[in-house]
């Protein structure tokens, strides 16, 4: 097993101003014993790493295209992101699948250029309220696993990330023994695919994590960390996760 895991992702928040949050995260987290990553938005990241200079916090992108270069208006590939400082970078969040109709096919050619730009993906998934109701959640998760993630997947270029969308930017979290079933699934599925080495695959939770909830988040089985969106912002709401995460070591 690597090193557990806290990702921030900023979504479409963010501006130049806002830098100074991740230069307090610098300060405070100068010897961390977790991987934090920051995921700012793209006019963000070059400036974000090179602030950062050779601190341990790694930054990544929110999104990338699955070719190299060429006519995508608007589009960054996964080697733009890498050139800007990038290690990492989320794919197939529950957001992009929504407004931008991300299939999992699309998520896994994304994943596969990702690879091949040497970032590590952090692919998410995660059932609807409706799902979650009809009793679907295993075979909705279990279905986007199989379908996302490329054959190549490793510990080392992949992190999985379980979303549930109700519980996302909602201050509802699931149960724990219902995130501690939807994890046991998700490993035993990447053990099924990619045999031992699946133990090493980290799989994160996201969704409403806050300072007062991450310490019984991290107590769950299967659980290597987490995806966290509105609490990222501010550092003072982020170390406590972190912190947290340390705590459960
Ligand atoms: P919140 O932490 O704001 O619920 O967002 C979770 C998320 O979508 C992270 O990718």
Not at 46 to 73: N, W, Y
Not at 132 to 156: C, I, K, M, N, Y
């Amino acid at each position: 097993m690597g090193r557990k895991l806290v990702a921030g992702n900023w979504k479409m928040n963010g501006t130049n101003a806002d830098l100074k949050e991740i230069e307090a995260l610098g300060i405070a987290w100068a010897a961390p014993r977790v991987d934090i990553v920051i995921c700012p938005p793209a006019t963000l990241l070059s400036r974000m790493a090179f602030s950062l200079g050779g601190q341990p916090i790694r930054v990544g992108g929110q999104d990338c295209h699955a070719k190299e270069s060429g006519a995508h208006t608007g589009d960054i590939s996964a080697e733009m992101l890498k050139d800007a400082g990038a290690r990492y970078v989320i794919l197939g969040h529950s957001e992009r699948r929504a407004d931008h109709g991300e299939s999992d096919a699309m998520v896994r050619a994304k994943a596969e250029a990702a690879h091949k730009a040497g970032l590590t993906a952090i692919i998410c998934l995660g059932e609807s309220l409706a799902q979650r109701e009809a009793g679907e959640t295993l075979d909705v998760v279990g279905g986007q696993l199989a379908a996302s993630l490329p054959d190549g997947a490793t510990a080392a270029n992949t992190v999985v990330a379980y979303e549930p969308i109700w519980a996302i930017g909602t201050g509802k979290v699931p149960s724990l023994e219902q995130i501690a079933e939807v994890h046991g699934a998700l490993r035993a599925g990447l053990k099924e695919r990619f045999g031992e080495d699946a133990e090493g695959i980290r799989l994160l939770y996201g969704g409403s994590v806050k300072p007062d909830n991450a310490a019984e988040i991290f107590g769950v089985e299967n659980v290597d960390g987490a995806l966290v969106g509105g609490a990222s912002l501010k550092s003072t709401d982020f170390s406590p996760i972190i912190s947290a995460l340390e705590s459960s070591l």
